[in-house]
T-cell receptor, first 111, second 118 residues
Framework: SQQGEEDPQALSIQEGENATMNCSYK?????LQWYRQNSGRGLVHLIL?????REKHSGRLRVTLDTSKKSSSLLITASRAADTASYFC???????????FGSGTRLSIRP | GAVVSQHPSRVICKSGTSVKIECRSL??????MFWYRQFPKQSLMLMAT?????????EQGVEKDKFLINHASLTLSTLTVTSAHPEDSSFYIC??????????????FGEGSRLTVL
């Protein structure tokens, strides 16, 4: 399969709570990125973490990367209704200049 | 950030016809663009890597004669779905990077094109 795996597939939380999504991948990567997609729209880049980095922050977003476990997590703190969307991790492979997307997590924020 | 424009956003066609989708980088040059296909509530599947001035690189299982890709300039790549059938109905999304490749930076995405084949 092209895809990495993300879990959970769907997540529903109350506004104000934190949301955590996980991503696992298969082979060595150069970097890992997280994207957001609103229904029926294109993707928006959220954050990029390089293979030599372990943690990165951007506003309410926190991303971790564990290359030994081939996994990453995205934490959204103090969630808002507007955070409702699908979130995808994407990995860039050393062997090829292309990007492979994970299976995605559908996040719903309840007001 | 960089802007990628995709057109048309929606297209409905009859079975057997061909449909062309355009992907333009508006404020940067893109030697490489990527075409993805997305089924409802699923992830993006990479179809092909479009290379300016040369042939596209197709992913395994993607029919190159079915999905024709042309990258004639540094700002334009086109995907033509030839002899479309209902099973080709999908959401097609293109992306590009100002740095020319994913490994050096983020990708910018078009808004996608929803193809419906009747």
């Amino acid at each position: 399969s092209q895809q990495g795996e993300e879990d959970p597939q769907a997540l529903s939380i109350q506004e104000g709570e934190n949301a955590t999504m996980n991503c696992s991948y298969k082979t060595s990567i150069n970097n890992l990125q997280w994207y957001r997609q609103n229904s029926g729209r294109g993707l928006v880049h959220l954050i990029l973490i390089r293979s030599n980095e372990r943690e990165k922050h951007s506003g309410r977003l926190r991303v971790t990367l564990d290359t030994s476990k081939k996994s990453s997590s995205l934490l959204i703190t103090a969630s808002r209704a507007a955070d409702t969307a699908s979130y995808f991790c994407a990995t860039g492979y050393s062997s090829a200049s292309k990007i492979i997307f994970g299976s995605g997590t559908r996040l719903s924020i309840r007001p | 950030g960089a802007v990628v424009s995709q057109h048309p956003s929606r297209v409905i066609c009859k079975s057997g016809t061909s449909v062309k989708i355009e992907c333009r980088s508006l404020d940067f040059q893109a030697t490489t663009m990527f075409w993805y296909r997305q089924f409802p509530k699923q992830s993006l599947m990479l179809m092909a890597t479009s290379n300016e001035g040369s042939k596209a690189t197709y992913e395994q299982g993607v029919e190159k004669d079915k999905f024709l890709i042309n990258h004639a300039s540094l700002t334009l790549s086109t995907l033509t779905v030839t002899s479309a059938h209902p099973e080709d109905s999908s959401f097609y999304i293109c992306s590009a990077s100002p740095q020319g490749g994913f490994n050096t930076g983020e990708l910018f995405f078009g808004e996608g094109s929803r193809l419906t084949v009747l």
